[in-house]
C-alpha cells in the first residue's frame, strides 16, 4: 500500500531564515506530488505540484519555491522566511485524475 | 482560482442526528471527493465519485455525483461526537485532472 511521510510535525523559524520541508512517497511510482498551505484551518490553497522529476508548477507568486531531485521526493523551501508564510502545510500525492492523499502536515510558526 | 460554492458553512447537531451538506460549481466535472480534516491533521479521503450519478456509501456516509456534473452532496446518519471536523468537498474539472478544485470546507460541530 502506498505512504506519504511528512516532516517535521512542527518547526518553530526565526523571520529571515531558510525553510526545507521534506515529502516522501512509498509503493507508488511516478505520482503526482502536492504542496499546500492552509491558514486557520479551513480552505485549502496549491503552491506547487509536480508530475515528474524536475517539473514543478508554481500556482501563486511567493518567497517560497518547490523542488522534486527524485520520484518520490518533493521538497519545500524558502531562501528568507516571513511572518506571512506561517501556516500549516500540507504534502500530497496523487495518480494522475484520480483523489489526493495528504500527509500529516507541518505547522510552521515564524517568529 | 476556481473554488466551489460549499454549503453549509458550519453546523451545530445534537448526536443523533443525520447531516446533509453540498458543494456546486459552475463548470463540469470530471470527479468528486469528499475529505474530513481532524484538527491538526491532514485531510483523510472518505468518498470518491467518478461517474454522474454514482451514489456511493461508506458506512455512515453516503454521497452522490450530481447528474448535471456540476454538484454532489455527503450525508452523514446518526452523527456520532467522533464525526465533529471539517468536511471539504473537491473535484477535477472537465479541462484539468491534475489540480483539484476545493470547497472551503463545513465545519461539523456534534452536541453528545
Same mark, same amino acid.
Given at each position: 500500500?502506498?505512504?506519504? $511521510?511528512?516532516?517535521?510535525?512542527?518547526?518553530?523559524?526565526?523571520?529571515?531564515?531558510?525553510?526545507?520541508? /521534506?515529502?516522501?512517497? /512509498?509503493?507508488?511510482?511516478?505520482?503526482?506530488?502536492?504542496?499546500?498551505?492552509? %491558514? %486557520?484551518?479551513?480552505?485549502?490553497?496549491?503552491? @506547487?505540484?509536480?508530475?515528474?522529476?524536475?517539473?514543478?508548477?508554481? /500556482?501563486?507568486?511567493?518567497?517560497?519555491?518547490?523542488?522534486?531531485?527524485?520520484?518520490?521526493? @518533493?521538497?519545500?523551501?524558502?531562501?528568507?522566511?516571513?511572518?506571512?508564510?506561517?501556516?500549516?502545510?500540507?504534502?500530497?500525492?496523487? %495518480?494522475?485524475?484520480?483523489?489526493? $492523499? @495528504?500527509?500529516?502536515?507541518?505547522?510552521?510558526?515564524?517568529? | 482560482?476556481?473554488?466551489?460554492?460549499?454549503?453549509?458553512?458550519?453546523?451545530?447537531?445534537?448526536?443523533?442526528?443525520?447531516?446533509?451538506?453540498?458543494?456546486?460549481?459552475?463548470?463540469?466535472?470530471?470527479?468528486?471527493?469528499? #475529505? +474530513?480534516?481532524?484538527?491538526?491533521?491532514?485531510?483523510?479521503?472518505?468518498?470518491?465519485? #467518478? +461517474?454522474?450519478?454514482?451514489?456511493?456509501?461508506?458506512?455512515?456516509?453516503?454521497?452522490? =455525483?450530481?447528474?448535471?456534473? +456540476?454538484?454532489?452532496?455527503?450525508?452523514?446518519?446518526?452523527?456520532?461526537?467522533?464525526?465533529?471536523?471539517? #468536511? =471539504?468537498?473537491?473535484?477535477?474539472?472537465?479541462?484539468?485532472?491534475? +489540480?483539484?478544485?476545493?470547497?472551503?470546507?463545513?465545519?461539523?460541530?456534534?452536541?453528545?
Amino acid at each position: 500500500s502506498q505512504t506519504i $511521510h511528512q516532516w517535521p510535525a512542527t518547526l518553530v523559524q526565526p523571520v529571515g531564515s531558510p525553510l526545507s520541508l /521534506e515529502c516522501t512517497v /512509498e509503493g507508488t511510482s511516478n505520482p503526482n506530488l502536492y504542496w499546500y498551505r492552509q %491558514a %486557520a484551518g479551513r480552505g485549502l490553497q496549491l503552491l @506547487f505540484y509536480s508530475v515528474g522529476i524536475g517539473q514543478i508548477s508554481s /500556482e501563486v507568486p511567493q518567497n517560497l519555491s518547490a523542488s522534486r531531485p527524485q520520484d518520490r521526493q @518533493f521538497i519545500l523551501s524558502s531562501k528568507k522566511l516571513l511572518l506571512s508564510d506561517s501556516g500549516f502545510y500540507l504534502c500530497a500525492w496523487s %495518480a494522475i485524475g484520480n483523489a489526493q $492523499h @495528504f500527509g500529516d502536515g507541518t505547522r510552521l510558526s515564524i517568529l | 482560482g476556481q473554488q466551489l460554492n460549499q454549503s453549509p458553512q458550519s453546523m451545530f447537531i445534537q448526536e443523533g442526528e443525520d447531516v446533509s451538506m453540498n458543494c456546486t460549481s459552475s463548470s463540469i466535472f470530471n470527479t468528486w471527493l469528499w #475529505y +474530513k480534516q481532524d484538527p491538526g491533521e491532514g485531510p483523510v479521503l472518505l468518498i470518491a465519485l #467518478y +461517474k454522474a450519478g454514482e451514489l456511493t456509501s461508506n458506512g455512515r456516509l453516503t454521497a452522490q =455525483f450530481g447528474i448535471t456534473r +456540476k454538484d454532489s452532496f455527503l450525508n452523514i446518519s446518526a452523527s456520532i461526537p467522533s464525526d465533529v471536523g471539517i #468536511y =471539504f468537498c473537491a473535484g477535477h474539472n472537465a479541462g484539468n485532472n491534475r +489540480k483539484l478544485i476545493w470547497g472551503l470546507g463545513t465545519s461539523l460541530a456534534v452536541n453528545p
